[in-house]
């Protein structure tokens, strides 16, 4: 008995732990994907600070359902969504018509 209650336990935070590690990942990526879209001038000035000021909020909210120690899988269901709307957002930003005089090749 004792030792099913510890190995669901270790699972359940190993699991949440992966889930962590799975959020700052796709938080890194989306992170660069802004700044090289701002390289290329893909994104205005504007453009790139709202996509910045979201994943400011989206790391806010991932340090929010931390506190705990534990990401249940709702949290990071909620975590995720929110990532894939900002994701979609850094798309159609890079995409739109709107271009920056901004551009660094190096």
Same mark, same amino acid.
């Given at each position: 008995?004792?030792?099913?209650?510890?190995?669901?336990?270790?699972?359940?935070?190993?699991?949440?732990?992966?889930?962590?590690?799975?959020?700052?990942?796709? *938080? $890194?990526?989306? /992170? #660069?994907?802004?700044?090289?879209?701002?390289?290329? %001038?893909?994104? @205005? &000035?504007? =453009? +790139?600070?709202?996509?910045?000021?979201? *994943? $400011?909020?989206? /790391? #806010?909210?991932?340090?929010?359902?931390?506190?705990? %120690?534990?990401? @249940? &899988?709702? =949290? +990071?269901?909620?975590?995720?969504?929110? *990532?894939?709307?900002?994701?979609?957002?850094?798309?159609?930003?890079?995409?739109?018509?709107?271009?920056? &005089?901004?551009?660094?090749?190096?």
């Amino acid at each position: 008995m004792n030792r099913t209650i510890l190995a669901t336990i270790s699972l359940i935070a190993l699991t949440s732990g992966a889930m962590a590690d799975t959020i700052d990942d796709r *938080q $890194a990526n989306q /992170a #660069e994907r802004i700044q090289k879209a701002r390289r290329a %001038g893909e994104l @205005t &000035r504007q =453009e +790139a600070a709202s996509l910045r000021a979201e *994943q $400011a909020r989206i /790391a #806010e909210l991932e340090r929010r359902v931390k506190v705990d %120690g534990v990401v @249940t &899988r709702r =949290e +990071a269901r909620v975590l995720d969504r929110a *990532q894939d709307v900002a994701n979609r957002h850094i798309y159609q930003e890079s995409h739109d018509s709107q271009k920056s &005089r901004y551009r660094r090749w190096w």
